[in-house]
């Protein structure tokens, strides 16, 4: 259970918690592909780019490959799944517009705005996020997030992924908050809820991709739920 009484600062991370990030890709996908007239089975590439975008991302935050490793080899492997071949350059035009247009979409999981709305009058919410910084940014801003939380706290700019301790170290020092008075919710069992927990934060999993169930911490399968928890 979690201690409410003790909780001062709770931080968020964004993709798969508050933005729904495959909804925003999948339309940015269609998109790119509309835009470059390339004849993409848009549903056969996400049942394909779903499992690998996490199982690159997962080699990423583990200091394994590159952010741009991690933007062509996901793309590569996935158009290898449907057995299309593209170039060197063809995957990286993709991968730019991508990035372009992905923060532009602005779906959120239902219960986003209600449950910071709630949550806002209490505690100082801020975000910690593995995402890239610049487009990170604009996803809050375009999505209306902004007025919610005071700082964002991204990987890139920080120079360390979740669960690594220190991410979570500076923001707990750049919000002058005890580790016992703060709370982590994200969607990540590995990168959200024991990164966090290793720090002697509370944590509450939004299993929003349905990981296998666990006894770390609360898990939650709706924001409303979280909501009701305040």
């Known amino acids: 259970?979690?201690?409410?009484?003790?909780?001062?600062?709770?931080?968020?991370?964004?993709?798969?918690?508050?933005?729904?990030?495959?909804?925003?890709?999948?339309?940015?996908?269609?998109?790119?592909?509309?835009?470059?007239?390339?004849?993409?089975?848009?549903?056969?590439?996400?049942?394909?780019?779903?499992?690998?975008?996490?199982?690159?991302?997962?080699?990423?935050?583990?200091?394994?490959?590159?952010?741009?490793?991690?933007?062509?080899?996901?793309?590569?492997?996935?158009?290898?799944?449907?057995?299309?071949?593209?170039?060197?350059?063809?995957?990286?035009?993709?991968?730019?517009?991508?990035?372009?247009?992905?923060?532009?979409?602005?779906?959120?999981?239902?219960?986003?705005?209600?449950?910071?709305?709630?949550?806002?009058?209490?505690?100082?919410?801020?975000?910690?996020?593995n995402g890239f910084d610049e487009v990170q940014h604009f996803k809050v801003r375009n999505s209306g997030l902004d007025s919610f939380f005071g700082q964002v706290f991204t990987a890139e700019k920080v120079g360390y992924k979740k669960p690594h301790p220190k991410i979570f170290e500076i923001a707990l020092q750049n919000t002058v908050t005890a580790p016992d008075a703060a709370l982590m919710i994200g969607d990540s069992l590995e990168a959200d809820i024991l990164g966090a927990q290793a720090l002697g934060m509370q944590a509450i999993h939004f299993n929003s991709h349905h990981e296998p169930h666990h006894q770390h911490c609360p898990i939650v399968q709706s924001l409303d739920e979280i909501k009701a928890m305040f």
């Open 1 to 129: 259970m979690i201690d409410i009484s003790r909780i001062r600062t709770i931080y968020f991370d964004l993709d798969h918690t508050l933005w729904d990030f495959e909804k925003n890709s999948a339309l940015t996908f269609q998109k790119i592909f509309e835009e470059a007239q390339t004849p993409v089975p848009i549903n056969q590439f996400l049942e394909h780019y779903i499992p690998i975008n996490h199982q690159y991302w997962k080699l990423y935050r583990e200091n394994k490959i590159t952010q741009e490793e991690l933007r062509l080899l996901r793309l590569e492997k996935t158009f290898q799944k449907l057995e299309m071949v593209f170039s060197q350059n063809e995957l990286m035009h993709l991968s730019t517009q991508y990035i372009k247009y992905l923060s532009t979409f602005t779906h959120l999981f239902d219960g986003t705005i209600e449950l910071l709305s709630h949550l806002k009058t209490n505690f100082d919410l801020h975000l910690i996020t």
